[in-house]
């Protein structure tokens, strides 16, 4: 692993902070450089170079200037933002991804990591059980874009070879970073308020049932699919990947069982219209087989450890989060 040097694109983000410090646990802290489009808060440990990933040339000089061999391409504008500005969200999300895989084969990177989500389904996609191989007729430019990101990527390892891996992330709840600008949101919003004692507006219905997964499972599935064998690989576009699924009604009375005072309300809006395009669960037999996917957290357990995690953080005083347009 000591010869391996990483960039992960869009650091600041939900993801890419938690994962950013799952890397440089594995690689070492100099060998995971951070980049975001914004300068972090917070004094950042390790190198921190401020990247838009629209800028292939600035890219590219930082690809040379660290000898990056993976690139973890995080940075994308997600489905309730990408909603606000359609044009925006395609720009984004196309060219940054078009500008990693153009600089991957180039310079012969040894891989590149792509998220995908469950926002590639819609339309006629069965929304039970969802099927790896199955119809992705997405209805948000955010799924959209993800739906063609999968295609260029899987593009690039059959034309040239470029060894990119993919996952379709559920909703992710997690303590260390905030969400932004995503319909899943609401499930890491409501422990915030749940823990300040203060009441939730959900923007979803009681009964919207979605796909989730706490995030130590997904940085998990992301670790081990980035380090399995290039052989026992079958997927180039992206691996359905399942955690948990459950309505913000369940979620909201899992939590007061630790937090009786919760109190919620329902008021739906926009949001609630591209959840109804996605699916409620998920069929990840394929991810299963080939790198031995397995989730460890379900809804009791991601509950009891959020609480358990932003108790810790509130009784500290820390209070602020980087704040994110990213995945
Ligand atoms: C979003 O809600 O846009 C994301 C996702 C499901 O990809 N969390």
Redo the contacts with the bound molecule.
């Keep these: 692993m000591g010869t391996e040097k990483i960039l992960v694109i869009g650091a600041g983000g939900q993801i890419g902070t938690v994962l950013s410090n799952a890397l440089r646990d594995v690689y070492g802290i100099d060998n995971v450089i951070v980049s975001d489009i914004r300068q972090p808060r917070e004094t950042v440990i390790g190198v921190f170079e401020k990247l838009n990933a629209l800028d292939g040339d600035r890219l590219l000089a930082i690809i040379k200037k660290y000898r990056i061999t993976q690139i973890y391409h995080l940075a994308a504008v997600?489905?309730?933002s990408?909603e606000q500005n359609p044009r925006r969200t395609w720009d984004i999300n196309m060219n940054s991804l078009y500008n990693v895989l153009e600089i991957a084969r180039q310079e012969n990177l040894h891989k590149v990591y792509y998220p995908s989500?469950?926002?590639v389904f819609g339309g006629n996609t069965p929304k039970e059980n969802t099927p790896q191989f199955t119809v992705l007729q997405p209805q948000t430019m955010?799924g959209i874009t993800?739906s063609a990101g999968e295609q260029v990527c899987q593009y690039y390892w059959q034309k040239y070879g470029v060894d990119v891996r993919s996952l379709r992330?559920?909703?992710?709840i997690s303590y260390q970073s905030l969400?932004g600008?995503?319909?899943?949101?609401y499930a890491v919003d409501i422990f915030h308020k749940a823990v300040n004692n203060e009441p939730f507006e959900c923007f979803l219905k009681e009964d919207m049932r979605l796909p989730m997964m706490y995030m130590p499972d997904a940085i998990r599935a992301t670790l081990e699919l980035m380090e399995a064998p290039i052989d026992s690989l079958s997927i180039r576009y992206s691996y359905n990947m399942s955690g948990m699924n459950f309505t913000p009604a369940e979620l909201a009375s899992e939590i007061r069982k630790h937090i009786p005072k919760l109190e919620v309300s329902y008021k739906p809006d926009f949001r609630q219209g591209?959840a109804e395009t996605?699916i409620s669960s998920i069929d990840d037999a394929v991810a299963r087989k080939d790198w031995g996917w397995k989730e460890k957290y379900n809804l009791e357990a991601m509950v009891k450890d959020m609480i358990e995690n932003l108790m810790k953080i509130k009784n500290t005083g820390r209070s602020s989060y980087n704040e994110s347009s990213c995945?």
């Excluded at 992330?169 to 992710?172: I, K, N, S």
């Excluded at 600008?181 to 949101?185: F, P, V």
């Design positions: 997600l489905s309730a990408g989500s469950i926002a955010y993800k992330y559920p909703g992710l969400p600008g995503g319909t899943t949101d591209i996605w995945l």
